[in-house]
């Protein structure tokens, strides 16, 4: 499939990145339901490792957090969970998940998150990578950005909760 340039109409996450005067480039691709990383990265032909997925979680209190993660990887949630001193970590329900990001599933970006102060958790490995792919806030649509701008912009903090059985 040839890659698509189209300009896509701004999203919070595009408002949210301009506001802090992140560069970041659009690529838009045909989005495929449950396709995930592995669709995105064939149609715009970059490594899926390089794609980074949002992953919208709650604690063992129902509270949320946000992980960024390798497209290609799975997340411990046990590793996770001793990282950031949490009893239990597990993915939110969809429906949950939009209501705190307030992003439909799928569409999901860290940018412009409807609840500010949601703690973010970023694997460590992705800040390795030259340049990142990370969903803009529209099914069908990644921002290329500096992975930097996670923890310097962002405030993403740093972990290793990589599942083993995925690497």
Not at 47 to 74: N, S, Y
Not at 120 to 126: H, L, M, Q
Not at 138 to 158: F, H, I, M, N, S
Request: glycine share 10%; aromatic share 6%.
């Amino acid at each position: 499939m040839a890659r698509k340039t189209a300009h896509v109409s701004e999203t919070p996450a595009t408002q949210w990145l301009r506001g802090q005067g992140v560069e970041y480039t659009e690529h838009v691709y045909d989005y495929v339901d449950r396709g995930g990383t592995a669709e995105s990265s064939k149609q715009l032909g970059v490594d899926e490792h390089a794609v980074v997925k949002t992953l919208v979680m709650q604690d063992q209190d129902a509270r949320p957090l946000v992980v960024l993660m390798h497209g290609d990887r799975q997340v411990s949630l046990k590793n996770l969970a001793r990282c950031i001193a949490a009893k239990k970590v597990e993915p939110c329900k969809p429906e949950v998940a939009q209501r705190h990001s307030g992003y439909m599933v799928g569409g999901t970006s860290p940018f412009g998150f409807k609840r500010p102060g949601t703690p973010i958790y970023v694997e460590e490995g992705v800040l390795a990578l030259p340049r990142i792919y990370i969903n803009g806030g529209r099914r069908g649509y990644l921002v290329g950005v500096d992975p930097a701008v996670l923890t310097a912009v962002l405030g993403a903090v740093v972990v290793q909760a990589i599942d083993p059985a995925s690497a």
